[in-house]
Structure formats: C-alpha cells, structure tokens
C-alpha cells in the first residue's frame, strides 16, 4: 500500500493574532532590518543631522569644556525659540515646495506692533499681541491670496514683502527707532525669567514619554490589525524608555543651573501641535499631498488653493509669535529687530534639520534639530572667541552639506522606485 499522505493543510503555518504579531520577539531585529532598509532606499530621516550634532558638540566640548556645562546649555535652549519659531513656519512652506523670505520682517514688524500698542497706546497686553499675530496673519493672507490668485512666484512676492514690510515696521516705530518693553510685564518675565521647577520639568518628561509610549502602542495594533507590519511591543518598550531616561536626564542636566525654560517648552509644544496637525489630520495629509504633487493632489479633490492660503497664513503667524518672542527675551523692540541674521538662520535651520527644498518631504521636529545645531555652532564660536563671521562661513558649508545630503537621498529613493 502506498503510505497516506499528510493533508496539504498541516504545513502551513498558523495565523498570528495582532495582538500575537506586537508581542513577536523577533520584533526588534526585524525593525533593524528596516531600519537598514530605509537608509538604503535613501530615506535617511532625522539620521544626518543628529550625527552632525553629536559631531559639533564633541568637537566644541574638545575645544572648550564649557560648552556642554548645564549653564551654557540652558543659555542655548533660550536662544533657539525665537527664531526656532520662525524656522516651524518655513517648515511648513518648504513642504509646499515653496519658501518665504519675509519670515525676518514679518517678526521684526509683530514686534514694532507689540510695543506701539502696548507701550505708547497702552492697550491691554492680550490684545496688543492678538493684533501683533493678526498682522502676521494677515501678510500670510495677502501672500496666498496673490500666490494663487495671479500665480505670482513665492520667491517674488515674499522678496517683496521683505522689502515692504521692512518699511512699514520703521514707520510703525517712527522717529523713537527703539522701544523699550517693561520688563515687570509678564510677556518679558516670560521670556527672561520663567523656569520650571524641577518636579515639574520631571512630571512633563515622564507625561511626554507615556503619550508617546501610548502613540507607539495604539499605531502598532491598528497596523496589526490591518495586516500591515508593526512594531513589537519591546521595541516600543525599549523607544519608550529610551526617551524616558533622555528626558529625565536632560531636565536634571539643566535643573543644575535655571532649568528648562518656560519659552522653550512653549517652543516645543508649538512643535508637538504643528506635527499632530500634520501627521494626525486631513489638512496635513493634504499639505503633503500638495508638495508631493499638486495635480495629483487636485485630482484627489483636495483644494489646493485653500492649503495654500492656509500654510502661509500659518508660516507668517509663526514668524509673528517669534518676533514677540525676540522682543521680549531682548526686552525692547527697534529698527533691527528681526534683521541681520534671523531670516537667514529660520531657512537655513529647516533645511539643516531635514525639510525638503523640493516639497513633501519634512517634519515639524525639523525646526527642533536645525536650530539647535546653527545656535550651537554660534553659541560654541563664541565661547573660543571667534568672530561672528567664522560662524556664517561654517553655518553655510552645513546647509549646502543638508541639502546634498537631500539631494542623494532624493535621487536614491527615485533609482529604487521609493520617490
């Protein structure tokens, strides 16, 4: 007799449960391997630049052990959110595929209006600042209105508005040329001296890893569920602990001189809003879907004038909070006020910390990275006792090395079908 033969069923394997796939010890070396995978897709992610940041600090560390003292470090924190906040707006735009170069005047203007209106008017602190955002509000309107109106370029029209709005805040502060801003308000209190106490900065650190603990868990099973690739819970475990411990270090770290600052933290929370918006919303869906392609985009039945008014409304707004927040940190707000440097370093900071100039291609956090590498690259030049120039000279040879890196990445993802 021939010998039966096992039913073609018993070999094949049984089915994982979702919860069963989240649990999968293998969960680790599987998100390392597409880990590996993605970076040689070319999709590098925030990679670049945090090495470049552990780079920078090693070296500065190297030149000078103060740099990475907890005073110094909070001095830092400090300076990166004014014009932190003017960078989160460009992000915005440069996922667009398009840029302003307002971003300085606009700030410089929000603040020639805060002090008018606060000081010399007398108004209400509250509403002085309502109107210093509305006219960023405002300017970003007139941007979208004439970008998708009459189809003028972006560059051209924010080039414009650099200009003009540059003008218009020297008439707005008129022949004083400076205003000093009391420093008992509370928006200068804020800016200078409010630090959390250390049980709260604490609390804040192990709240922020439990939501993104939570975060992790949630998307992993709807993934699961869905049949698609997810990641196990002891890697969410080991992502969560791991920014646990950052967090709970760093806020120790600086506890050792002031703290975290409260303007920094507001800095951040702006950062965690626009990336819900982006990544959590029909609205940032569609803000990607625009600068990856606008008439697919249309096609989709997204209405891509809208998202555009809508963004650099935003951008504007921002640039706006962060003229305030320059204002106030400076205590007083005069002719220079969001010039010099402060348009040059908020683009410069989105493309450093990863936003694609060609669209599509970016994160809110991007702000984050980009500014705290250029504010530690002047802040380190300046404790060697550099002149300033040196730090432009190397702030640029960063940014073309960003955008190179985008550039390969780019071409890499399109040569394997990933763009």
């Not at 955002?133 to 004439?146: A, D, E, N, R, T």
């Not at 998708?148 to 040329?177: E, K, N």
């Not at 220079?336 to 060609?358: E, H, P, R």
């Amino acid at each position: 007799m021939t010998p039966s033969k096992k039913p073609a069923t018993a070999s094949l394997p049984t089915l994982e449960t979702p919860e069963e796939r989240i649990l999968s010890p293998g969960g680790i070396r599987v998100a390392f391997a597409r880990l590996v995978t993605r970076i040689r897709g070319g999709d590098l992610g925030s990679l670049p630049v945090i090495v470049g940041l552990v780079v920078i600090w090693s070296v500065f560390q190297i030149l000078n052990p103060v740099f990475l003292s907890s005073r110094n470090l909070v001095d830092l924190t400090m300076q990166c959110a004014a014009i932190g906040t003017i960078s989160l707006g460009i992000v915005l735009v440069l996922l667009l595929g398009e840029i302003d170069l307002s971003v300085g005047s606009v700030s410089g203007l929000a603040a020639a209006v805060l002090a008018v209106t606060f000081v010399e008017l007398q108004w209400n602190l509250v509403l002085a600042l309502v109107a210093a955002v509305g006219i960023g509000s405002l300017v970003g309107l007139l941007y979208g209105y004439l970008y998708t109106r009459f189809g003028v370029p972006s560059f051209v029209i924010t080039l414009a508005g650099l200009l003009g709005f540059l003008g218009l805040q020297i008439w707005v502060l008129g022949d004083a040329g400076t205003i000093g801003i009391p420093t008992d308000s509370w928006i200068v209190e804020f800016a200078q001296q409010m630090f959390l106490p250390p049980w709260l900065s604490h609390v804040l650190s192990a709240l922020t890893a439990a939501a993104y603990g939570w975060t992790l868990a949630r998307r992993a099973r709807l993934r699961a569920a869905a049949n698609l690739v997810s990641q196990s819970y002891r890697e969410i475990a080991l992502r969560t602990g791991a920014l646990l411990v950052g967090l709970v270090a760093a806020a120790w770290y600086l506890n050792l001189w002031r703290g975290v600052g409260v303007m920094f933290l507001f800095f951040l929370a702006l950062v965690v809003v626009v990336n819900f918006a982006l990544t959590r919303t029909r609205w940032g869906r569609a803000v990607y879907a625009v600068g990856g392609s606008v008439e697919a985009a249309r096609r989709a039945g997204i209405r891509v004038n809208r998202i555009y008014i809508s963004v650099f409304m935003l951008c504007s707004s921002l640039a706006a909070v962060g003229g305030i927040l320059a204002a106030a940190r400076l205590g007083s707000a005069n002719q220079s006020s969001g010039g010099g440097d402060t348009n040059l370093n908020a683009i410069a900071a989105a493309v450093i910390g990863g936003a694609s100039l060609f669209g599509g291609r970016g994160s809110a956090f991007s702000a984050v990275l980009g500014i705290i590498v250029i504010q530690s690259i002047s802040s380190g030049l300046t404790l060697l006792s550099l002149d300033a120039s040196i730090a432009f000279m190397i702030t640029g040879v960063v940014l073309v090395l960003a955008v190179i890196v985008d550039s390969i990445s780019r071409r890499t993802r399109a040569a394997t079908g990933r763009a």
